[in-house]
């Protein structure tokens, strides 16, 4: 079974500058994630996605991040501008399902390396 | 809010020794679960182990078992017989039930395996 797959897996960009992520998650999984990792601390997540809509984008900063995901599928998280405090591991995830599933695991990509300069 | 604290920032452990994680957690809810993630340096955050709250007994997975203190909010991880392999972060994470599957993470524990 193909994991979740992301790319790329690293990007150098300067300040004020656009970037985007990609992420594919496991085949027919419903619920998908985007995690912060700021080096030196645990994941924080971004964003979570049931199929196409939106379940929590609380700590998602809207003024510059933004996140789609068109058909359910593939997913994109962009910054524009991006800002030095960006700098982070962007980590994607996918579960089957959200919710009360009990035994529901998030498997995670290996993440997107973003360097602010 | 919940918060999970792992106070170990770093640990050492020799190889085929035992070595113990300790994390603990604040929460109001009485249901939730528990995870221990691996994050080598390729990234990739792997599952290590689960616990369900409402679950007396510790889970256990190969070489690796928790110590799960309910009233203590407490929830370690012991990891025996250790492997070179085994070097990585280790990461603490809570998940309430009745939430949309949102992971709270801890800072992380840096297990270095010495041979």
């Known amino acids: 079974e193909a994991g979740v797959a992301q790319s790329p897996r690293y990007k150098i960009i300067e300040k004020r500058q656009s970037v985007a992520f990609w992420c594919n998650p496991i085949?027919?999984?419903?619920?998908l994630y985007w995690y912060q990792q700021i080096l030196g601390q645990g994941p924080k997540l971004l964003i979570q996605f049931q199929n196409n809509g939106v379940v929590d984008d609380s700590q998602l900063p809207k003024d510059r991040f933004s996140a789609e995901r068109l058909k359910g599928v593939d997913s994109t998280l962009k910054i524009q501008p991006a800002k030095l405090e960006d700098s982070a591991v962007y980590l994607c995830?996918?579960?089957?399902?959200?919710?009360?599933?009990?035994?529901?695991?998030?498997?995670f990509g290996a993440g997107t390396r973003l360097s602010v300069l | 809010a919940q918060t999970v604290t792992q106070s170990q920032p770093e640990m050492s452990v020799q190889e085929a020794e035992t070595v113990t994680l300790s994390c603990t957690y604040d929460?109001?809810?009485?249901?939730?679960?528990l995870f221990w993630y691996k994050q080598p340096p390729s990234r990739q955050m792997i599952l290590v182990i689960r616990q369900e709250a409402y679950k007396q007994q510790n889970a256990t997975e190969n070489r690796f078992s928790v110590n799960f203190q309910k009233a203590a909010k407490s929830f370690s991880l012991k990891i025996s017989d250790s492997q070179l392999g085994d070097a990585a972060m280790y990461f603490c994470?809570?998940?309430?039930?009745?939430?949309?599957?949102?992971?709270?993470f801890g800072g992380g524990t840096r297990l270095m395996v010495k041979p």
């Open positions: 995830a996918s579960s089957l399902v959200g919710g009360r599933l009990r035994g529901n695991i998030q498997y």
């Open positions: 929460t109001s809810e009485s249901d939730y679960y």
């Open positions: 085949s027919g999984h419903a619920t």
């Open positions: 994470a809570y998940r309430r039930v009745d939430a949309g599957n949102m992971l709270t």
